[in-house]
């Protein structure tokens, strides 16, 4: 059986740590950060992990 194709969105977006976690970047920092408070971008600046239970079907997709 031929090897899967990973699939390009995800690897795009996501990226796996060396301890196998799934880091992805935080939603609302597209525009109007004007309206945002600094306490809320600067917590935005920072990746956050994903949950357990999508994380599996990400590292599927991924195709490592």
Known sequence: MPKA???????????LTRRGKVM????NRGHLMSTK???RRRR??????VK???????????DV
């Not at 194709?5 to 990226?15: A, P, T, V, Y």
């Not at 935005?44 to 992990?49: E, V, Y």
């Not at 357990?52 to 991924?62: I, N």
């Open 44 to 49: 935005l600046h920072s990746k956050t992990t």
């Open 5 to 15: 194709k990973s699939h390009k969105g995800i690897l795009k977006r996501m990226r």
């Open 24 to 27: 992805r970047k935080r939603a």
């Open 52 to 62: 357990t239970a999508t994380a599996a079907t990400y590292v599927r997709l991924m």
């Open 37 to 39: 408070s600094g306490n």
